[in-house]
């Protein structure tokens, strides 16, 4: 019994978060661009689960009013607006799997920039409970309860920013994308291209996807990836592995469906 209370108390103590920053007035921020999370070597979780994590965590930041607009790294930003918005980067560093009594949670770090000039603003730790192991989780609640401990994190962090008083970032800084033409002082590379989707599949199902050498899920999963040129691998335990090399456009949903032939005895 005394392990289920400790197993709820966070929950009950975070059912009062989204309240909290309700009370208060919104930030003063035009743009937040949420960044796709890192995912380091060792912290194996597959694309399905940083997707999710992001976009909710998106969705959190905006519901706690943390600035006009919140979006992905693929939005286009308008040069005027720049210089009072921001960018996040993050990466996960650590995760540890739960038990049927006791939560789970992920750790990772967060970094702000100006967006106008790439100029750091604040960098924050973050550590966010989930209610299930991370290969489990598609977008569901445990990625929703996760994340909204950390959009609450970033926006303690951001409560005492003035961006007017951040010195400009060093010269040859790289501006975070997407870039914001026409703001002076920052160069303005063309707003990187939007991300593309594929839909994974396999017979038999359950294969692991590799990209680039990189554990991204296993099939069927739709993954999120940069548009150009890509190896792809698929394993499974008894198959010969199916190994190929794409080449997907900017904006573009792809199907693959990967047949493995059996081991030969």
């Not at 108390?9 to 960044?35: D, M, R």
């Not at 960098?123 to 290969?135: L, R």
């Not at 991300?195 to 199902?205: A, R």
Request: net charge neutral; with cysteine; glycine share 6%.
């Amino acid at each position: 019994m005394k392990r289920l209370v400790l197993y709820l108390l966070p929950l009950i103590l975070l059912a009062s978060v989204p309240q909290l920053w309700a009370t208060n007035e919104p930030l003063s921020f035009k743009y937040i661009v949420v960044q796709h999370f890192t995912n380091p070597n060792g912290i194996n979780f597959p694309s399905i689960f940083i997707n999710g994590y992001c976009d909710t965590l998106r969705d959190w930041l905006l519901s706690f009013h943390a600035a006009s607009q919140v979006v992905e790294d693929a939005a286009a930003v308008p040069a005027a607006d720049a210089p009072n918005s921001l960018v996040i980067e993050g990466r996960f560093t650590a995760a540890h799997k739960g038990g049927f009594s006791s939560p789970g949670d992920v750790e990772g770090d967060v970094s702000i920039y100006r967006l106008s000039d790439h100029a750091l603003v604040k960098t924050t730790a973050f550590k966010g409970t989930y209610s299930n192991a991370p290969e489990k989780l598609t977008v569901d609640r445990g990625i929703r309860f996760s994340s909204r401990f950390v959009a609450n994190q970033i926006m303690v962090a951001l409560k005492t920013v003035n961006l007017a008083s951040i010195p400009p970032a060093p010269p040859g800084s790289a501006p975070a994308s997407p870039a914001a033409a026409g703001v002076p002082g920052a160069s303005a590379p063309p707003a990187p291209a939007a991300m593309s989707s594929v839909q994974f599949s396999s017979t038999p199902d359950g294969a692991e996807i590799s990209i680039d050498a990189n554990y991204v899920g296993n099939a069927p999963s739709l993954i999120k990836m940069k548009p150009g040129t890509h190896s792809i691998k698929m394993t499974r335990t008894g198959f010969q592995p199916w190994v190929r090399s794409i080449e997907i456009g900017a904006g573009e949903l792809r199907t693959i469906a990967a047949e493995l032939d059996p081991v030969k005895p």
